[in-house]
């Protein structure tokens, strides 16, 4: 039996998974069986697993199943399986095709501006351009060494008024603006986002005197459709030299070598592996997780 996936193309592997089927049913069995030989197949040949299984005969046949490496697959079969004593046993054969960042070339991705989501911060919090600086620095770590084409963040808006409420990304006119946001910058991919918060409060201690945070929610859309293919928030803590009293820009020498500006780039770091993984390009060394 096929599964469907994605692209046909690509050599064959076959891979072998099994499982324990005490303390669980023999189903629960199956499927770890079978998580186990789509795991072997991926760790041959660096890709990603996708497929749908189905429930016949009392086996479980279907049910979504992924697993991510970093390529695409267009399919696998099961070639064999059956329980054998206290163990339960599977073969496939995946049909491997190009590798995910290789499937984006030519592709283009853009942002919006991010704003935020209390708009007072902007004047009273010692750092200057957050609302573009933010989904500009994003881009600029997706298009590292990706064959991404990126471009530079855009003074528009997609969401408006916030009033401090949080966006609803899926809503019917998101995903109209969407496609027209994204018809006019020519992007097959368009990111947005909300700066949650950037402000501080005092800690009492003499040398670390306030803490500061940065969280930022973002989201990644399909230009064609408008619609939405992940949401991701991250946000961390910092204290020491948090910029309270220092006027800098976003982005900036200044603004990195403070502990806030390292603490924001791990936020970044976080979202735009967040996007690389949704576009199935493999994680790069060094990238905060």
């Known amino acids: 039996m096929w599964l469907p996936g994605m692209a046909v193309g690509g050599q064959a592997i076959v891979a072998?998974?099994?499982?324990?089927?005490?303390?669980?049913?023999?189903?629960?069995?199956?499927?770890?069986?079978?998580?186990?030989?789509?795991?072997?197949?991926?760790?041959q040949s660096g890709i990603t697993?996708?497929?749908?299984?189905?429930?016949?005969?009392?086996?479980?046949?279907?049910?979504?199943?992924?697993?991510?490496?970093?390529?695409?697959?267009?399919?696998?079969?099961?070639?064999?399986e059956g329980q054998e004593g206290g163990l339960y046993r599977v073969r496939v054969r995946v049909d491997e095709a190009q590798t995910g960042c290789g499937a984006?070339?030519?592709?283009?991705?853009?942002?919006?501006?991010?704003?935020?989501?209390k708009p007072h911060q902007n004047t009273l919090m010692g750092v200057a351009g957050v609302e573009m600086g933010v989904p500009n620095e994003i881009l600029h770590r997706v298009g590292i060494n990706t064959p991404l084409e990126v471009h530079r963040a855009a003074h528009r808006l997609l969401f408006f008024p916030?009033?401090?409420?949080?966006?609803?990304?899926?809503?019917?006119?998101?995903r109209e603006?969407?496609?027209?946001?994204?018809?006019?910058m020519e992007?097959?991919?368009?990111?947005?986002g909300i700066v949650l918060d950037i402000g501080y409060e005092s800690v009492g201690i003499l040398r670390n005197r306030h803490s500061r945070r940065a969280e930022v929610e973002i989201y990644l859309f399909e230009a064609e459709s408008g619609d939405l293919m992940t949401q991701r928030r991250a946000a961390r803590e910092s204290?020491?030299?948090?910029?309270?009293?220092?006027?800098?820009?976003?982005?900036?020498?200044?603004?990195?070598?403070?502990d806030y500006g390292e603490g924001f780039g791990w936020v970044m770091?976080?979202?735009?592996?967040?996007?690389?993984?949704?576009?199935?390009?493999?994680?790069?060394n060094g990238v905060a997780q």
């Open 104 to 117: 984006l070339v030519g592709m283009r991705i853009g942002a919006v501006s991010f704003p935020l989501l």
């Open 177 to 184: 603006r969407v496609k027209l946001i994204a018809e006019d």
């Open 239 to 258: 204290r020491g030299d948090v910029l309270v009293t220092s006027r800098v820009g976003f982005g900036s020498q200044r603004f990195y070598e403070s």
């Open 16 to 43: 072998d998974g099994v499982a324990s089927t005490e303390n669980q049913s023999v189903q629960e069995a199956r499927r770890e069986a079978l998580k186990d030989a789509l795991w072997s197949a991926s760790s």
């Open 49 to 80: 697993i996708r497929g749908e299984f189905g429930l016949s005969q009392g086996v479980v046949v279907s049910d979504e199943s992924r697993f991510r490496i970093g390529a695409h697959v267009s399919r696998y079969e099961v070639i064999s």
């Open 187 to 192: 992007v097959d991919f368009l990111v947005a």
């Open 269 to 284: 770091d976080t979202l735009s592996q967040e996007i690389l993984s949704t576009l199935d390009c493999p994680k790069r």
């Open 162 to 174: 916030l009033n401090g409420n949080l966006p609803n990304p899926r809503a019917t006119e998101v």
